[in-house]
């Protein structure tokens, strides 16, 4: 991710800087290497055939910002042969290895992972241009801009830490905790309005449980008193915020469509009366706070007990 703090009044952050600003430098590489073109620079600054809103420039600023990138022939054109960076996913547990935390640790496990997906949105051939035979753009729109050779629709970039940092713990006396930390980001370019659609989430989980050993419960069938068993437990806490942003590349708007704070807590345990009865409780609270106004905030909540039996 680069990096894309984001100001509460505007909603603007360095990578949205970064692609307005890179559209005049665009503009001038687009226009010095198309030999059809005037090299005329307009009052605005942008040269003749190549505004700010011709598909070519504000393409080649939307992959150069949001890739962290200086502006480059070869990197503003999405359709160019590209390696792809690997996705990874990396899982540490060699302390749980260790003399000293052997007898206290039964698992302990590190986890970072990373993935990410660029997809170029359908695309065809513009019949309405016309290209030199090294596919320079000859003809203009009603707009005085190059046609390009390919009309592309939208461009989404996506991507995932998940999880950024993930710890897996399982102590000798049958205690659990999980932790977990995901950031993830959806970006799409529409070329039919100039608009990029950004959404933003992270999360944030916390679980652990615990096992009780040969419990015994003042349960009694037919009026003699059930075997001891396992008390099951486990409770997992969830936070996790979404964020949806409209961009508007021409106007330079920056509007919140959507977003909500979701928090979850959930309780559960599991208790084996017979090897065919077994006893659940459980506690559900789910609460989801809007960012914007046009939303309401709501609250559900689940508990009770449940009785499962199982035919052998």
Known sequence: FQ???LNDTTLSNQIWENLLAYRPYISTLMSQ????ASNTLESNGYYTGYDSTQQDVIIGAFLCAYKGDLPTLRNINPIAQRIPLPNWRITFDGLGKVKALKKYIKKLSFTHGYRSNFTLGNYTTNLNGQWDNEGNAIETDIAGNFISQKQIMTINIMEQFSPLLGVDLTLKNNMSVKLEIKKD????????????TEIKGSEMKFGTGYTWRKLSLPIKIAGKPIDPSDLRTRLDISIRDNK???RKIVENQNQATAGQRAVTIQFSGDYNITKQLMLRIYFDRRVNTPFVSTSFPTANTNAGFALRFQLR
């Open 33 to 36: 290497s198309n030999p059809n």
């Open 3 to 5: 990096q894309d703090q």
């Open 244 to 246: 949806t942003i409209t």
């Open 185 to 196: 980001r959806n970006v799409s370019l529409s070329l039919a309005n100039n608009q990029i």
